[in-house]
């Protein structure tokens, strides 16, 4: 079996000339000697943030790496603020409201940070309702706004109720898509109302999710 033997160095050598390099033992282990008299130890890596196009900062559980054109290195990110374009965000409430007018009031926000311009997130809504009397319709709109931008209706809840009072609750809920325009804030709305002003409409508890789904 072939062997190499070399005296280990106390002190670092004198540099090379140009173009080589020399290769010495240490008390710790070999090292290489640039031309340019820049020494440096022969070891590999034992964390992930020594490799040179790597940059770990305050890792964190559920942390993963993600390539950064800009830095051409690897950092480490949460999943929701790479993958998905924005953090998983939710709102609810369990305070009831009344509204006994026809103009929609509005009963639940929720604001989610700017998110990827073309990528489309999905809204989760729930709202549990009641109104004063019967044979009249309860009607709760979603809406989505971009930064200072005109909101844009999602859909409406409603239903004609064939039971009054605030015992007589219904639950209502389900899923709407928008794709995102611009990389301004987001603000989702939740409103509600009576059909008619001669009858209250009661919004018992609600919430709101939002979320990236391509």
Known sequence: MSQIIAGEESSK???PSVN?????????????LTS??????L?????????????????VEGNFLVYNSSTSKFENSTPNAVIFGCSFTEVSTTTQQTNGTTT??????LNASACVVGGKYRIGAFIDASMSSTSDNFEARLQVQEGSGTP??????QEEFKEAGTDARH??????????TSDANLTVTMDFR????????????????FWRVS
């Open 13 to 15: 050598p004198t540099a």
């Open 20 to 32: 080589t390099r020399k290769l010495y033992p240490k008390s710790d282990g070999w090292y290489q």
């Open 36 to 41: 340019g008299d820049v020494e440096s130890k």
């Open 43 to 59: 070891e590999g890596a034992t964390s992930l943030d020594e490799l040179s196009d790597v940059d770990v900062t305050s890792p």
């Open 104 to 109: 929609f009031q509005n009963y639940l926000t």
């Open 152 to 157: 844009v209706t999602l859909g409406i809840f």
């Open 171 to 180: 639950p209502r809920c389900g899923f709407f898509y928008y794709t995102v």
């Open 194 to 209: 009576p059909e008619n002003a001669t009858e209250t409409a009661f919004a018992n508890a609600g919430s709101l999710e």
